[in-house]
C-alpha cells in the first residue's frame, strides 16, 4: 500500500507535501518542461511587489560550500503585469498558487493583499517580511516581533479569504520563537520558515565583497540544520501552528526531518537550480522513507521528533 | 524547443590543445542549434557544488550526442576534468536562445576568442548551407589556448588568427583585424562568442563599420532554466526600454546594439524599475 501524502497548511489542502520555495521557481512556467506544476504541493511565487522592480547589479551569486549566496534584490514585474501573464499561466493550468508578496513598506504589504483579495483562485500568501536583500535592515520587519505583527495585521484587515496567510521568517535573530508568538497573535495561519542567513564572501583578488549587493541571502544544505532547529523550537512552542518548512532540503531524506521536526508540508529552493525535476523527484523519496519506516501517511509523523 | 533534463554517459575525455574535449550520450535531446548551452551538474549527488554549470553546445548528433569544450578553472569544470568515459552526468539540454540565422546569402564574420569558438563551427556549417560566405577570426591569449582553428579552416572562406603574446598569427586582439575583415568582404553580419570585453568591442567595431552583429554573452549562472534570477545585465528591449535580462532564457545571444556594455554588472537609473532615490 503506497503512503498518503497528502497533508495541509491551516485551511488549505496539499495533495502533495512538496511545494516550490519562493524565489527558486520564477512563477512556476519555466518548471513546466521538467513536470507537471499542477501536481506539485503548490508553487509559492516568487516575491511578488507593487512596482516592476530591476533587482540589484550582478554579480548576484556567489557559490558556497553546500550553498550559495543570492543578492537579487527581489527583481520583479510588479502586481499588475504578474497578475496579467504570470497568475493567469499559473490559473489556466490548475496550479496550487501561493503569492508571496513583499513590500517597501506596512501600506504596501496592505495594498498588495487588497489587490490579491479580489484575485480568484490564490490558495494562499505567503508574506515575505524578511528578505534580506533590501538597502535597510529596517525592512526586514521579522527581526522584530511588533513590526512583523503589524505587517500581518494589515494584510489580514484586508484578506478576507480562508486561504491561508503564512508570515515568512528569518532565522537572522535572537528568538525565532518570540517572532512566531507574535504573528500568530497578529492572525498568520501559519509560518513558512527559514528564509535566507545573512551572508558575505569577499574577494581576495579584487578585495572586496563578491557579490553587487555586498550582502546576500546563504540558502541551500548549508543551513539545513539551522532551519530543522528553528522548526523544533517553534512547534515546541506553538504545537497547532501550521509550519511549511524550508532550508536546504535536497533528499526525501531531508524532508522527512522537517516533517518530524514539526512541518506540515516542505518547500524545495535552492536544489532547484540544481536540478529542476526536485521538487517531485523529493516527494517520491519521501513516500519511500516514509514506508520504509512503516508508516501509513505523513500526518502521523509531523512533530514525531517531540514525542521520543 | 523544450529542455531536457538526463541522467547520461561520459563517451569520452580528451585533451585538446589547453582544453578538454566532452562527448556525452544524449537520447532524447532536442535538436540543437547553434549558440544552445547545456547547464551540467558538477560534483556528483551528494557533493557540496549545487549549481549548474553552462557550457555552450560544441556539437551535437542528434538524438545521440552532445560535445562540448571546458577548461578546467573552477571547482566544478575541475571536478568534470576528473570525469572519465563511463562515468555518469547530469545535463539539461539545448538552453537558452540561439544564433539568428540570415534567410539571404550574405557575407558573415565569425569571431571568437579561445573556447568561444567551440559553438563556431557548426554556426559555419549552418550559414554555409545557406549559401552565405563566412569568415572567421579566432583569438587568445596565446597559440595553446586557441580552439578549433582546422576545423573552422575547413568550413569557412578566409581564417585570421590573433595572439595577445603572438605565438601564432597576427600579434594582438580579434578587433584589430576586424575591421578590415569586414570592409574587405563587405560583411553584413557579425557572430560572436567569447568574454565579454571581447564582445563588447567586437560590437562596436561592427556598428563602427556597418555590420549586425549576434553576440553569446558570458554570465555566470545559478540554474540556466530561467528561474535564480542571477544572470542578468542590461538589455535595451525593442521599445527602446533598458530590461534585467536574464542571459540564460532571453539570451545567451543578444544583438550587439541591445547591450549596455559599458552598465554591465551594474542596474542602470533608467532600466526598468530601477531604484528611485530614497527607494531600495
Given amino acids: 500500500m503506497s503512503v498518503d501524502l497528502s497533508t495541509s497548511l491551516g485551511s488549505l489542502e496539499l495533495a502533495s507535501p512538496t511545494l516550490t520555495a519562493s524565489g527558486c521557481a520564477a512563477a512556476g512556467r519555466e518548471l513546466a518542461q521538467f513536470g507537471d506544476v499542477s501536481s506539485l504541493g ?69 495594498e498588495l493583499a487588497r489587490i490579491l483579495a479580489k484575485v480568484p483562485g490564490i490558495a494562499g500568501l505567503e508574506v515575505n517580511i524578511s528578505c534580506p536583500n533590501v538597502e535597510s535592515r529596517g525592512q526586514v520587519f521579522a527581526c522584530n516581533p511588533v513590526s512583523a505583527a503589524q505587517v500581518i495585521e494589515t494584510v489580514k484587515s484586508v484578506w478576507h479569504s480562508d486561504a491561508p496567510v503564512l508570515a515568512k521568517l528569518s532565522p537572522d535573530v535572537t528568538d525565532i520563537v518570540e517572532i512566531a508568538h507574535s504573528v500568530v497573535e497578529a492572525g498568520v495561519g501559519g509560518v513558512s520558515m527559514i528564509n535566507t542567513l545573512l551572508g558575505m564572501v569577499i574577494d581576495v583578488d579584487k578585495m ?101 | ?144 589556448k586557441l580552439f578549433g582553428v582546422l576545423d573552422l579552416k575547413g568550413v569557412s572562406d578566409s581564417l585570421i588568427v590573433t595572439t595577445d603574446d603572438g605565438t601564432s598569427g597576427v600579434r594582438g586582439r580579434v578587433t584589430d583585424v576586424l ?11 557579425v557572430y560572436a562568442c567569447g568574454p565579454m570585453p571581447m564582445l563588447q568591442a567586437v560590437a562596436q567595431v561592427s556598428q563602427e563599420n556597418g555590420a549586425f552583429s549576434q553576440c553569446a554573452v558570458e554570465e555566470s549562472m545559478a540554474c540556466g532554466i530561467g528561474v535564480c534570477m542571477t544572470c542578468v545585465l542590461p538589455i535595451i528591449g525593442d521599445d527602446g526600454v533598458t530590461r534585467m535580462a536574464r542571459s540564460c532564457v532571453d539570451g545567451p545571444v543578444f544583438r550587439g546594439d541591445r547591450v549596455r556594455w559599458d552598465d554591465v554588472d551594474t542596474v542602470p537609473s533608467d532600466a526598468f524599475g530601477a531604484p528611485q532615490p530614497g527607494g531600495h
Fill in chain 1, 208 to 308: 572586496k565583497p563578491m557579490l553587487g549587493g555586498r550582502t546576500g541571502g546563504l540558502s541551500g544544505p548549508a543551513i539545513r540544520p539551522v532551519a530543522v532547529r528553528a522548526i523544533y523550537q517553534v512547534h515546541a512552542a506553538l504545537p497547532n501552528l501550521p509550519i511549511l518548512g524550508m532550508g536546504g532540503i535536497r533528499t526525501g531524506h531531508d524532508a522527512l526531518e522537517f516533517i518530524a521536526a514539526g512541518a506540515s508540508a516542505v518547500s524545495i529552493g535552492t536544489v532547484v537550480f540544481g536540478d529542476p525535476g526536485a521538487p517531485w523527484r523529493i516527494a517520491n523519496e519521501l513516500g519511500q522513507e516514509l514506508q520504509a519506516r512503516g508508516y501509513d501517511s505523513l500526518r502521523e509523523v509531523i512533530g514525531l521528533a517531540h514525542h521520543n
Fill in chain 2, 1 to 144: 524547443m523544450s529542455a531536457k533534463q538526463i541522467n547520461t554517459t561520459i563517451r569520452s575525455m580528451t585533451p585538446v590543445g589547453g582544453y578538454l574535449h566532452m562527448i556525452v550520450d544524449a537520447p532524447g535531446v532536442a535538436e540543437v542549434e547553434p549558440g544552445h548551452f547545456a547547464a551540467l551538474a558538477v560534483g556528483g549527488p551528494n557533493g557540496a557544488t549545487l549549481l549548474r554549470r553552462a557550457f555552450s553546445i560544441h556539437k551535437s548528433t542528434l538524438g545521440e550526442t552532445l560535445e562540448f569544450i571546458f577548461a578546467p578553472h573552477g571547482l566544478g569544470t575541475q571536478w568534470l576534468a576528473t570525469q572519465r568515459a563511463g562515468d555518469v552526468i547530469d545535463i539539461i539540454a539545448p538552453l537558452g536562445k540561439p544564433f539568428i540565422l540570415p534567410k539571404q546569402p550574405i557575407s558573415c564574420v565569425i569571431v571568437a576568442g579561445g573556447y568561444g569558438a567551440a559553438p563556431m563551427e557548426l554556426l559555419a556549417r549552418e550559414l554555409r548551407a545557406r549559401n552565405c560566405r563566412v569568415d572567421v577570426v579566432l583569438g587568445a591569449a596565446t597559440q595553446e
Fill in chain 1, 42 to 110: 503548490a508553487v509559492v511565487t516568487k516575491s511578488i511587489m507593487m512596482e516592476p522592480r530591476s533587482g540589484r547589479a550582478t554579480p548576484r551569486m556567489a557559490e558556497t560550500p553546500s550553498g550559495m549566496l543570492n543578492s537579487i534584490g527581489l527583481q520583479g514585474p510588479g502586481i499588475e503585469a504578474f497578475l496579467e501573464k504570470d497568475l493567469s499561466w499559473l490559473t489556466q493550468n490548475n496550479v496550487t498558487t501561493i503569492v508571496s508578496i513583499a513590500g517597501n513598506n506596512v501600506d504596501e504589504f496592505g
Fill in chain 2, 179 to 189: 575591421a578590415d575583415v569586414i570592409t574587405k568582404n563587405n560583411s553584413q553580419a
